[in-house]
């Protein structure tokens, strides 16, 4: 069985994470943030609605084994360190969350409410209410 990894290069300001669950073949999320002091992988779409499994996508960048912080898989981020079992989602409209644990998305914020910088410290405060649970 192959180990589960996740990579992020950081080598570009918006770099690509790379995951790797019980398959030869990577898979890429758009990013992987530092948030809450741990690292999240985050996928970025035009709109949801339009992908036909997007939970099957994401759940590929959850309980991975390892998670390199770099291209070359020389730095490697504390396993303590990685938010395994979520994926931050954002598309056009909203900003989403995936649950591993219940197969779940779920809408966090529409991005046209968002006007004022109240309106972004609660949506982060509902992010880590979220992810930390």
């Given amino acids: 069985m192959i180990a589960q990894q996740a990579v992020l290069h950081s080598n570009r300001v918006q770099a690509r994470g790379k995951a790797r669950k019980h398959n030869p073949h990577p898979s890429y999320a758009d990013n992987i943030i530092v948030f809450g002091g741990k690292y999240l992988p985050v996928e970025v779409k035009l709109d ?60 966090l914020c529409n991005l046209n409410t968002i006007k004022q910088n109240g309106d972004i410290i609660r949506l982060r405060d509902k992010l880590m209410s979220k992810v930390f649970e």
Avoid: H, M
Avoid at 70 to 79: G, L, S, T, V, W
């Fill in 48 to 107: 949801i609605s339009a992908e036909a499994d997007l939970k099957k996508q994401v759940r590929k960048y959850c309980n991975c084994d390892v998670t390199y912080l770099d291209q070359y898989k020389k730095r490697i981020a504390p396993q303590e360190k990685v938010i395994s079992n979520r994926v931050l989602i954002i598309d056009t409209f909203s900003v989403f969350l995936y649950d591993n644990d219940t197969d779940s998305i779920s809408e």
